[in-house]
Structures are given as structure tokens and as C-alpha cells.
């Protein structure tokens, strides 16, 4: 069952931890791992490449493992399957696919619905998919269209960018992802949520988690953390 903040609670556990850095070692992702733990943040978002190590170093903790697959380009179904199935294998609980842009905004929407449906049914319920649609590309109209393309595909949440942006968040898409889907999908607003502050705006416009780099410098500052 999905949880959801209430103004006053913790933040820790609707935060998605972003660490996707290529240059990062064991020893670094170690690291990442002791906050994870430390902090008690949701989940942490990392490459494929890191899963297995991450969740052996996180076994018996409250930390969920979230790889991404055919990120950020959209990349080919079969592609995305074959990564999904491999860190499903590997011990992750979440897969963030991102959507081809491209065929959204040529209204190839069969074609979407399938990249997301393969993927879905590759977790075979093991793990749950979030589907980036790099929201700062579509028009008002596409975000509504791929948003109902994801629910009705399975999708656990929607995210309105994928790990690999780092622009600003916009709250009107936010609102009209939120308008367009059912309470039966979860929101994950990813981003350029760099302080506590920005990160209680996403919570209050309606998202159900948050995904950012800075999850440790908005935990220090939060005076409902248990730090």
C-alpha cells in the first residue's frame, strides 16, 4: 500500500535518492548506502550496474533499490525489457523506465502503450515500474495522453522527468499529471529539489514522493527528520 505524507510527518520515507553519477567507485557507493540508511530514505536510484552490490550492502534494511532502464533516451523496448529483468534478477524493487519522447509527440500511442506494457509484465509483479515521461518536452495535451497510456499499462507511478534531469520542477505539470491520472498511480516529482522548502512544495502540489541529489541536505535541515 502507498503512503502519504501529511504536513508533519517525515519526509525521509518520500524521497528517492538520486545517484547516478558514471564516475562513481564502490567505495562512493558504499557510502551512498550508510545514508540511505542512516537518513532512512525511501529509495535509492541508480544504474543497473550498481544493483546487486547496493542491495547485498542494504539487506535487512527498509531501503528500497529503484534501477533505471532505457534512461534517459527512451531507448528500445527489448532494451529495456532485458535491463528490467536483469535488476528485478539482481534484488531491485522498483524499475524507472523513461518513455520515447518521440513517439509521444507523434501521437504513436500504441506503440507507447506496448514499450510500457512489456515492461510491466517483464516485472511479473516482483518489482514496481515508474514511468518517466521527460515532461518538459510535451505539451499539455501529450502530458494527459501519456499519463492515461501509463495507468491503463500498469505503471505504479509516473514521474514527470527521468533521474538524469536537473532542471526545475514545474508545478503546472505537476498539477495537470495529477488531473489526468487516478489515485491508483502514484506521483514522483523529479528534479532540481535542491532544499527542504522546494521539496514540501512538491509533497503539497500533490506529489507522493520526490526524486533528487540532495536528499542528505534536505534531511539536515528538516526538523521532522529523526537526525
Same mark, same amino acid.
Given at each position: 500500500m502507498r503512503e502519504t505524507w501529511k504536513p508533519g510527518d517525515s519526509?525521509?520515507?518520500?524521497?528517492?535518492?538520486?545517484?547516478?553519477?558514471?564516475?562513481?567507485?564502490?567505495?562512493?557507493?558504499?557510502r551512498v548506502c550508510e545514508e540511505a540508511v542512516t537518513y532512512a530514505i525511501r529509495s535509492l536510484n541508480i544504474s543497473g550496474y550498481w544493483v546487486y552490490a547496493c542491495k547485498?550492502? *542494504?539487506?535487512?534494511?527498509?531501503?528500497?533499490?529503484?534501477?533505471?532502464?532505457?534512461?534517459?533516451?527512451?531507448?528500445?523496448?527489448? $532494451?529495456?525489457?532485458?535491463?528490467?529483468?536483469?535488476?528485478?534478477?539482481?534484488?531491485?524493487?522498483?524499475?524507472?523506465?523513461? $518513455?520515447?519522447?518521440?513517439?509521444?509527440?507523434?501521437?504513436?500511442?500504441?506503440?507507447?502503450?506496448?514499450?510500457?506494457?512489456? $515492461?510491466?509484465?517483464?516485472?511479473?509483479?516482483?518489482?514496481?515500474?515508474?514511468?518517466?515521461?521527460?515532461?518538459?518536452? *510535451?505539451?499539455?495535451?501529450? *502530458?494527459?495522453?501519456?499519463?492515461?497510456?501509463?495507468?491503463?499499462?500498469?505503471?505504479?507511478y509516473i514521474q514527470n522527468e527521468s533521474s538524469y534531469y536537473e532542471g526545475s520542477v514545474s508545478l503546472i505539470d505537476l498539477k495537470r499529471i495529477g488531473e489526468a491520472k487516478t489515485r491508483g498511480m502514484g506521483l514522483i516529482a523529479c528534479g532540481a529539489i535542491l532544499n527542504r522548502e522546494s521539496a514540501y512544495q512538491m509533497l503539497a502540489a500533490g506529489a507522493d514522493r520526490i526524486a533528487t541529489r540532495a536528499a542528505p541536505i534536505i534531511l539536515l535541515s528538516d526538523p521532522t527528520s529523526a537526525l
Open positions: 519526509i525521509a520515507r518520500f524521497i528517492d535518492h538520486i545517484c547516478l553519477q558514471p564516475s562513481a567507485t564502490a567505495i562512493e557507493m558504499g547485498e550492502q *542494504l539487506s535487512g534494511t527498509n531501503v528500497f533499490i529503484s534501477a533505471v532502464c532505457g534512461t534517459p533516451t527512451g531507448s528500445t523496448t527489448r $532494451v529495456k525489457v532485458y535491463e528490467a529483468m536483469e535488476a528485478i534478477d539482481d534484488g531491485a524493487d522498483e524499475i524507472e523506465m523513461t $518513455v520515447p519522447v518521440g513517439a509521444v509527440k507523434e501521437g504513436r500511442f500504441g506503440l507507447l502503450s506496448n514499450d510500457i506494457t512489456a $515492461v510491466v509484465r517483464a516485472a511479473e509483479g516482483r518489482a514496481a515500474i515508474k514511468v518517466a515521461i521527460q515532461a518538459h518536452l *510535451l505539451t499539455a495535451q501529450q *502530458l494527459s495522453e501519456v499519463t492515461s497510456i501509463a495507468e491503463a499499462a500498469g505503471a505504479s
